[in-house]
């Protein structure tokens, strides 16, 4: 059964950069056939898509968050990692890694369990 | 940029049937997907591609997608059914991103 499970710092200091990993395990993010994404959500708010990757590297990003974030792929150790900078307390959110097939229209069909961030000094 | 609206909330009695839209600028054109979010965890697909239902969902849930807006349909609600949904959709029509609707608190009454 596949299991994604996002681990990172739970705080982050303004103008700083916020990095999260995503593991996953049931399965391999080198399928060809899938692409993993991060998606956050402040708290008692909505869904916001920060950006997606496949196991070559491959990425692209929410254009309103394009200029902050890189996302990239460590087949290696069969996880995906999160890079934010210049982080202010608008980033603070739970952050969850989520898988997609490939296609632009694709839903999110497995999530994590989502880990919080606050961005306070 | 593309916005998708849900109204903020929807309440229903036990065993009646709840409705939750998704208004989107030609939304019948795109493949609306639904999430369900319970309180304290992680989204769940509940409806994919407008209308298909993803492995280990009760039939009681059904989506559609026609005229100005997608529709989630959950019959014959049960107290478990209380939980924000979420619908999403693919924009291509500017900035290419993966959007959410706002959300849709369902209250079971």
């Known amino acids: 059964q596949l299991q994604l499970q996002e681990s990172g710092p739970g705080l982050a200091k303004p103008s700083e950069t916020l990095s999260l990993t995503c593991t996953v395990s049931g399965g391999s993010i080198s399928k060809s056939s899938h692409f993993w994404g991060?998606?956050?959500?402040?708290?008692?708010?909505?869904?916001?898509?920060?950006?997606?990757v496949y196991y070559s590297g491959s990425s692209y990003y929410n254009p309103s968050l394009k200029s902050r974030v890189t996302i990239?792929?460590?087949?290696?150790?069969n996880r995906l990692s999160?890079?934010?900078?210049?982080?202010?307390?608008?980033?603070?959110a739970i952050y969850y890694c989520a898988r997609h097939a490939t296609g632009d229209q694709a839903p999110f069909d497995s999530w994590g369990q989502g880990t919080l961030v606050t961005v306070s000094s | 940029s593309y916005v998708l609206t849900q109204p903020p909330s929807v309440s229903v009695a036990p065993g009646e049937t709840a409705r939750i839209t998704c208004g989107g600028d030609d939304?019948?054109?795109k493949s609306v997907h639904w999430y369900q979010q319970r309180p304290g965890q992680a989204p769940v697909?509940?409806?994919h591609y407008n209308s298909g239902r993803p492995s280990g969902i009760p039939d009681r849930f059904s989506g559609s997608n026609s005229g100005t807006a997608a529709t989630l349909t959950i019959r014959r609600v049960e107290a478990g059914d209380e939980a924000d949904y979420f619908c999403q959709v693919w924009d291509n029509t500017g900035d290419l991103r993966r959007v959410?609707?706002?959300g849709t608190k369902l209250t079971v009454l």
């Open chain 2, 100 to 102: 959410f609707g706002g």
């Open chain 1, 72 to 77: 990239y792929a460590d087949t290696s150790k």
């Open chain 2, 45 to 47: 697909l509940v409806i």
């Open chain 1, 38 to 52: 991060w998606i956050r959500q402040p708290p008692g708010k909505g869904l916001e898509w920060i950006g997606s």
């Open chain 1, 82 to 92: 999160l890079d934010l900078s210049s982080v202010t307390a608008a980033d603070t």
């Open chain 2, 27 to 29: 939304i019948r054109s």
